[in-house]
T-cell receptor
């Protein structure tokens, strides 16, 4: 595809359930980033991948959050035992290289925890 | 503290006017300063970015001014148009990796 794609676009889940959010980066981009956008916290960094490894996981808010990337392409962000404060828009971005400048963002997944 | 402070929170400008949004940062290790534009329901899109070795960068109607000693940078939108109405985020990073974002400015350009 031409841009970063994310699925699902919207997800409503009950408190305590696990969710998986998917990101397909731009083809050929080796760096992939996850951010979270919420009313109270703005846009905050979660984790980034260079290839399949995650040099910086410092933004993950708790051990309920994890992410993986396989084949240097698709990434999945998993939130276990969701809480209401996890409700936010989860954004994925990719760039040609980590440190390669422009990050291209996907449209995000809006997660609502009821 | 890796914080970026952005002001104003909201801005209303007449068509044809100049929109100015300001940001200040604390971490002197930051070396990449982009501005992003976001429309409702969309992800942020890069508008323009600057590195600290220059004091100003202009692309079309958009200009970044950068003051390294004051640790401040700003976005100027000349000849603002209703289509520019969006939320604008400044950001900063070290080596263009993970971005630290400002809190955003909601710009409304009146026709």
């Amino acid at each position: 595809g031409a841009g970063v794609s994310q699925s699902p676009s919207n997800k409503v889940t009950e408190k305590g359930k696990d969710v998986e959010l998917r990101c397909d980066p731009i083809s050929g981009h080796t760096a992939l980033y996850w951010y979270r956008q919420s009313l109270g916290q703005g846009l905050e960094f979660l984790i980034y991948f260079q290839g399949n490894s995650a040099p910086d996981k410092s933004g993950l808010p708790s051990d309920r959050f994890s992410a993986e990337r396989t084949g240097g392409s698709v990434s999945t962000l998993t939130i276990q035992r969701t809480q209401q404060e996890d409700s936010a828009v989860y954004l994925c971005a990719s760039s040609f290289l980590a440190g390669g400048g422009q990050q291209y963002f996907g449209p995000g997944t809006r997660l609502t925890v009821t | 503290q890796q914080q970026v402070k952005q002001s104003p929170q909201s801005l209303i400008v007449q068509k044809g006017g100049i929109s100015i949004i300001n940001c200040a940062y604390e971490n002197t290790a930051f070396d990449y300063f982009p501005w992003y534009q976001q429309f409702p329901g969309k992800g942020p899109a890069l508008l323009i970015a600057i590195r600290p070795d220059v004091s100003e960068k202009k692309e079309g109607r958009f200009t970044i001014s950068f003051n390294k000693s004051a640790k401040q940078f700003s976005l100027h939108i000349m000849d603002s148009q209703p289509g520019d109405s969006a939320t604008y985020f400044c950001a900063a990073s070290r080596s263009a990796r993970q971005l630290t974002f400002g809190s955003g400015t909601q710009l409304t350009v009146l026709p």
